[in-house]
């Protein structure tokens, strides 16, 4: 008995061969490295869109808190392609799985920050404390996720092979680039938009 399927090839060559197990001959079909590459592309696009999502959704969340987080976002996405560029890392589907999940993270971590703002807002601090009481409470919960998938990141990195450890190199960028980005900078930015006392008699235009 034939029972065929798909898998990508390495080196991209098209090629077939066949594998007994448990009496059945499996024929395995190898992609051709056009069609990786089209995937590549397609997952490429998908985490570009997903980032363009969070951002909209981040500007219409948080109104101006969030379109701070969004230019960080848009940081925290060139950084990453600088660094692992520099590293010599090569865009794979197991690195641009890390990608999006980098993005989850990123988003997530401006979230966390923006609630904890609005926490201290609803005790009736002011604006500027409420920045700073919220992103200091908000900072215990964002680097404790993080360095767990440091340490997930860095096991994989050390046990895994060939594409699993594309995987966790993504995976490892991301994660200090989210701390750079998403909380620092982050941080920094929304500081320096509180200080201007712009938004001292609108909070709501702020942060909703």
Request: glycine share 8%; proline share 1%; charged share 15%.
């Amino acid at each position: 008995m034939k029972v065929g399927f798909i898998g990508l090839g390495i080196m991209g060559k098209p090629m077939s061969k066949n594998i007994l197990k448990n009496g059945h001959e499996l024929v395995v079909y190898n992609r051709s490295r056009a069609s990786v590459d089209e995937l590549v592309a397609c997952g490429a696009e998908a985490a570009s869109s997903s980032k363009e999502v969070a951002s909209l959704i981040l500007v219409f969340k948080y109104r101006i808190s969030g379109l701070i987080g969004s230019v960080c976002l848009f940081v925290y996405a060139l950084l990453v392609f600088i660094i692992y560029n520099a590293v010599g890392g090569v865009l794979t589907l197991t690195g641009i799985a890390a990608l999006v999940l980098g993005i989850g993270m990123a988003v997530d971590s401006i979230i966390i920050s923006n609630d904890r703002i609005k926490d201290e807002l609803r005790k009736g601090k002011k604006l500027i404390p409420a920045v700073n009481e919220g992103s200091k409470s908000s900072l215990k919960a964002i680097i404790d996720a993080n360095v767990t998938t440091l340490l997930v990141g860095v096991i994989l990195y050390i046990f895994g092979e060939s594409s699993v450890k594309g995987f966790a190199t993504m995976l490892i960028i991301t994660i200090f680039v989210t701390i750079f980005a998403c909380v620092i900078l982050y941080r920094v930015l929304q500081i320096m938009t509180v200080k201007t006392k712009v938004f001292n008699d609108n909070e709501k235009l702020f942060i909703l």
